[in-house]
């Protein structure tokens, strides 16, 4: 792959995540000393769980058209792959007095998903609502390390953000790929 140099980041553990801008989604170590790393991988590229706390809204991934006359509420309803290999998750929804969906969230975070897997759940009232995971529904948190022999190398696959592990600064390369 070939990279093009967005910026740089001076960091260290202290400092928590840092979110990189839109459109840098590949890192390196500037570093000729070992660095390591926790990332979190952008949520296409690593199966994880589900985000619940704060519930990501999956109201934007809805794929059919759920309605119901009247209210309605429900809470641990466990899902149904249509497309995706993780397992175990369970959502809220509700209905408003006009019958119309305005929430849908997970309250079990269940393994395995990916941002874009289609699910599906059947609430009480037997309404089918069918949905893919939005940006943001999962969180995998990856520790690597990067070689002093090898400075300047860049992780093969895409992060949102990274954390620099001990209390040294370190300087990490952000970049995105030219296509």
Sequence with gaps: MIYYLNGTYTVQATDGFQVLPTGSSYIASADDVDVEVTVVPLGTEFAAPLVIS?????????????SYTGAAVGINIAATNIDSE????????????????????????GTG???GDHLSITTNEAVVINFRLVKGSNRAEVVVAFDATQPCQFLPFPVREVKVSGGTDRTILYARELS
């Design 54 to 66: 704060p519930a990501v809204s999956q109201l934007a991934g809805v794929t059919n058209a759920p």
């Design 86 to 109: 993780g397992s175990g998750a369970k959502f809220s929804y509700a209905f408003d007095a006009n019958g119309v969906l305005t929430v849908l969230a997970a309250d079990t975070a």
């Design 113 to 115: 998903y990916k941002e």
